[in-house]
């Protein structure tokens, strides 16, 4: 049974995660095509049809886990590589110590940092974890009815509101330099 609500809280906080991730990249459109144009991975011609790609693939991701069932592997499988093409773009900047902003949820002037790499795992974590365990044991996956959903949404919606905002967190508890 806590396999059910691992497997639960995994498709909660990826649905979430990019919900959030597509309606700010959405609202902040051009940022978002500039940051991939910033990067310089690719073309900066085909830095529109990137960014319209990756809205695709989060909103097909959201879709497949609202719906679930069959959608739930390939929902998993895509946020799984999403996560991994964001995450090697930010190791990739790092390493050309890009100042780049990251504009992961939107507009931000917050330049991408190991941080985001942390932060990016922890989601992959999930995203696989999710993967896993649904083509590992999906006839043992027990159907939980609303009242259980309801706190495993809730942690999962806290999980995500805290762990996008990783960086925020850790300047939050970093002790203040003299200047």
């Known amino acids: 049974m806590l396999v059910s ?16 991730s597509f309606i700010g990249k959405l609202r902040a459109g051009t940022q978002f095509r500039q940051t991939i144009n910033d990067f310089r991975l690719i073309s900066p011609r085909l830095s529109q ?38 995450s090697g773009a930010i190791a990739l900047g790092l390493l050309r110590k890009r100042q ?21 795992a922890g989601l992959l974590l999930c995203a696989a974890g999710g993967c896993g365990i649904q083509s590992l044991l999906k006839q043992a996956l027990q159907a939980l009815n609303w009242v259980e959903w309801l706190p495993v949404a809730l942690g999962a919606a806290i999980f995500v509101l805290l762990w996008t905002q990783l960086g925020e967190l850790i300047q939050l508890f970093r002790p203040a330099r003299n200047i």
Request: aromatic letters at 14%; one cysteine or more; glycine letters at 6%.
């Open 49 to 86: 049809g990137a960014a319209t790609l990756f809205l695709c693939c989060e909103l097909a991701i959201v879709v497949c886990m609202i719906f679930g069932n069959f959608l739930l592997l390939p929902g998993f499988l895509l946020a799984t590589l999403l996560l991994c093409v964001f």
């Open 5 to 20: 609500y691992i497997f639960a809280f995994c498709r909660v906080a990826i649905g979430l995660l990019f919900l959030a």
């Open 100 to 120: 780049v902003p990251c504009n992961c949820f939107g507009a931000s002037s917050q330049v991408i940092s190991p941080v985001d790499l942390y932060r990016n």
